[in-house]
């Protein structure tokens, strides 16, 4: 890994993007020389003050091309929205096609980019990476890190494995995004509404990549990858970021993609989601608002809890105590602290298993 300073650029400045800038800011080995933003009102403004900080003295830009020209190391791209790969491709492509390295949140199913589709996409991002001499990593808390590659640190304690289980358990209710929370998964709808994550190869396609990156690290084949969806109702009127969610209507998720291997469940991942605690009460339950468990069966028995919270997010640029504060944080530094790693890797599209361990220099309190 290289030793000098990255010069790096934020594409955004929503939640993930505003930890970021905050962070870059405060690493010695990285040097924030450009922030993108969207929005026209935001084009000129001081990039640390719209990151819910003091001002940095530097301006964000819309100028996507002006960005590009001042030549970083890497991008971290954290834009957000309904088409977020479809408009993020492109983006991607240009980057990449320019010679700079891009680690991002955006686009969760390239943690493992060799299962990555469309294919017509995929090869466009190679292509552009080839041409570029360029490197794209993606990550996150989960996808990226909760439900593929803890387990597999995990493993390294097994002599052998039966099965592994990951689980990511939490409320959504300070989630307010109404698009992705009532139409794509039915939150605050009758039971007779199929939100989209219900359609038979929803849940299967947004986990497959996962499913195949810890199977393909630890040699074995999956076959199939089988689907389990369940709706729970809440008995109260909940009120949450959303909106008013009726008694009677959906409250709660549970969802499965497995991985079968030799025609047995052999790789798990499941999500619980809740609008409120008290809602689908016998289903799996984590530690406070919000966690992630994996459970290996084998050799020995491994059983690992993960929370990530936070005691002031004003400190991370966060405005508001949120029950996902702490996982907004872990997911934008899984891929701050991966830029000198990425940087330094071979061009081409990577994984977490591709990359040594991401530690992050400079960011011990007190160094």
């Known amino acids: 890994m290289t030793a000098e300073k990255q010069r790096v650029v934020v594409w955004s400045t929503g939640g993930i993007g505003s930890i970021a800038v905050r962070a870059i800011t405060q690493r010695p080995n990285l040097d924030l020389v450009g922030v993108w933003v969207h929005s026209p009102d935001k084009d000129g403004r ?33 834009a957000s929205g ?62 990226g890190f909760a439900a ?15 099965k592994i289980h990951s689980y990511e358990m939490g409320l959504y209710d300070d989630y307010g995004v109404l698009d992705i929370m009532s139409d794509a998964l039915g939150f605050g709808r009758p039971l007779e509404y199929e939100p989209w994550i219900g359609f038979p190869g929803a849940i299967a396609g947004e986990w497959q990549g996962q499913l195949r990156l810890v199977a393909d690290a630890l040699g074995v084949e999956i076959s199939e990858v089988r689907e389990t969806f369940e709706r729970a109702v809440t008995d109260r009127t909940l009120e949450v970021a959303m909106g008013t969610v009726e008694a009677g209507t959906c409250g709660a998720l ?50 690992c809890t993960l929370a990530a919270t936070l005691r002031d997010p004003r400190k991370a640029g966060i405005e508001g105590m949120t029950s996902g504060a702490g996982a907004m944080v872990a997911t934008a530094m899984r891929v701050v602290n991966a ?11 990577v994984s977490s298993v591709d990359l040594p361990l991401t530690i992050p220099r400079g960011s011990f309190a007190g160094a």
């Open 82 to 143: 309904p088409e977020r790969d479809a408009l993020a491709i492109p983006d991607y492509v240009k980057l990449l096609s320019a010679g700079i390295n891009v680690v991002t949140t955006s686009t969760t199913r390239l943690v493992n980019p060799h299962a990555y589709e469309p294919a017509e996409w995929r090869d466009q991002l190679s292509t552009a990476a080839k041409q570029g001499q360029a490197s794209l990593y993606a990550s996150g808390i989960e996808p």
């Open 339 to 349: 830029i000198p790693y990425v940087v330094a890797a071979q061009p081409g599209l």
């Open 254 to 303: 549970r969802m499965q993609a497995i991985g079968m291997v030799d025609g047995r469940e052999a790789i798990v991942i499941e999500h619980v989601t809740r609008l409120a605690h008290d809602v689908a009460p016998d289903w799996p339950r984590g530690i406070g608002d919000l966690s992630y468990r994996v459970v290996i069966t084998g050799q020995p028995d491994i059983d």
């Open 46 to 78: 001081d990039a640390g003050e719209l990151a819910n900080g003091e001002p940095i003295g530097l301006k964000a830009s819309g100028d996507a091309d002006a960005l590009i020209a001042l030549k970083p190391d890497c991008v971290v791209y954290a």
């Open 148 to 162: 593929d590659y803890l387990p597999l640190v995990l493993s390294t304690q097994s002599s052998q494995i039966e």
